[in-house]
């Protein structure tokens, strides 16, 4: 019997009040912890360390994730964090946020602005700051993490929530998956994070399906001649003027050997060579970052690379001996997909709580997330990365109005309003995992 539309609204009001209460409840919650969670956040930024380094960093939060009765893993691919909470059957939702910092001289002003310093891995001496918001990252992880402990009674399910090193470098993720994250832990059905944004208001939700972030490549090209007096050079093989012909017909890649539809990058990011007016230097040297979204134009990319250079040196004249040395970098971080289906139900339910305006479909971006091996280590995985807005409402309409630019992430001026992001990406990483996690 088909029941009138009225009282299949009637039917439906417990539910939806059971929702609302849910939704109050975690607002309610979140705020309540807000003030300590911002005193958590200056504190992480106030003390960044670098990809690889974040020792203090995962102690001081695994600390608290054992406190809330996690059970929690240290030095889970170098300084990871593994914190595991068993709540009754269900599904395995994993929560993931990163911890390095940047090697950056912090410029915000800000009162808890970071005065670290560290020496990187290339030995290269620099201040140390959270400039890609990572900060904020860590303090909605905790704040998520008190939020469900405090309403173990209303999910069912396994929470592994974990902390990352070394997403800067490309690495992190794959080193915790190495070192046996799903073989040695609950493997997750489902896998979650967030970044925060320079380009959406402070508070907004920005979802994409599919490729949402790029396959990254650090690609070193080193272009081998023979030096000479500048005075005479004829009697060299001059490695920059080769160089710069390669630097040329690497355009092609993208302009001519792709279809205009397929997005891509090649950008020659350093063109270093010589120490004198008067001397033609031996050695020429490209550095290269190469963005892609499918592994099919990855390779595509990679390979035209090497071709270009070859072919630019024979037609050079260079012998064998002198051929470039083409060079990628132990740095790729693979592109980021989110399940379709998985990040459209996510959307409909941020929107349900946050309202439409707050919640917004945004393009694919040519930025890189290591997120996104977590994912392809096991594509029955349902997996969603978003991003939270971190622009002031004020400065995002003027620089609307103005048509000037706001500071980027990885910006020395980037300094996000914070509690919008945290309270916002809190809310909806503990509205998504009680979703996935509701009892049945």
């Known amino acids: 019997m088909k029941l009138p539309r009225i009282c299949l609204a009637i039917a439906a009001l417990p539910f939806a009040l059971s929702m609302q209460a849910k939704a109050d409840s975690v607002s309610d919650k979140v705020s309540a912890d807000l003030p300590k969670l911002m005193a958590l956040y200056k504190d992480l930024h106030a003390h960044p360390e670098l990809s690889g380094f974040e020792v203090n960093t995962a102690a001081k939060l695994a600390k608290r994730a054992k406190a809330l009765g996690f059970d929690v893993t240290e030095k889970v691919g170098g300084t990871g964090v593994v914190a595991v909470l068993k709540n009754g059957p269900g599904p395995v939702v994993m929560i993931r946020a990163d911890m390095d910092g940047l090697p950056v001289i912090e410029q915000t002003g800000l009162p808890f602005a970071s005065k670290e310093r560290a020496t990187t891995e290339d030995g290269i001496e620099s201040g140390v700051m959270h400039a890609c918001g990572h900060d904020t990252h860590m303090t909605s992880w905790v704040g998520t993490a008190q939020a469900l402990t405090s309403m173990k009674d209303e999910w069912s399910g396994t929470l592994v929530m974990i902390l990352q090193p070394a ?44 490729f949402a972030l790029a396959n990254v490549d650090s690609v070193d090209v080193i272009v081998k001649g023979a030096g000479g007096h500048g005075a005479y050079p004829h009697t060299t093989k001059d490695p920059i003027v080769l160089a710069s012909r390669i630097v040329t017909s690497l355009q092609t890649l993208v302009s001519r050997e792709l279809d205009p539809q397929d997005a891509a990058v090649v950008t020659v990011g350093s063109f270093h060579a010589g120490a004198k007016h008067n001397i033609i230097s031996d050695q020429a040297t490209l550095l290269l970052t ?54 459209h139900k996510m959307a409909e339910l941020f929107t349900q709580r946050f309202g439409e305006k707050r919640v917004i479909e945004t ?76 009892k049945q």
Request: charged share 25%.
């Open 290 to 343: 190469v963005r892609s979204y499918s592994d099919e134009t990855r390779q595509t990319l990679l390979d035209g690379i090497a071709r270009i250079a070859k072919g630019e040196a024979i037609a050079a004249g260079m012998p064998e001996a002198l051929m470039p040395e083409v060079n990628i970098k132990d740095e790729y971080t693979p592109a980021t997909y989110n399940t379709p289906e998985f990040t």
């Open 363 to 438: 393009p694919a971006v040519m930025g890189g997330e290591d997120f996104s091996r977590f994912y392809r280590a096991d594509k029955q995985i349902e997996s969603l990365i978003f991003w939270v807005g971190g622009v002031n409402q004020e400065d995002w309409d003027t620089a609307k109005e103005e048509g000037t630019s706001l500071p980027s992430l990885h910006s020395p001026y980037w300094a996000p309003k914070a509690d919008a992001v945290i309270t916002t990406a809190t809310e909806a990483l503990t509205t998504a995992a009680l979703h996935i996690l509701q």
């Open 167 to 210: 997403e800067e470098r490309g690495k992190g993720a794959r080193d915790m998956l190495a070192d046996g994250l799903y073989e040695r832990f609950p493997k997750p059905d489902y896998a979650l994070a967030f970044h925060d944004s320079a380009g959406l208001p402070a508070g907004t939700i920005g979802y994409t399906p599919e």
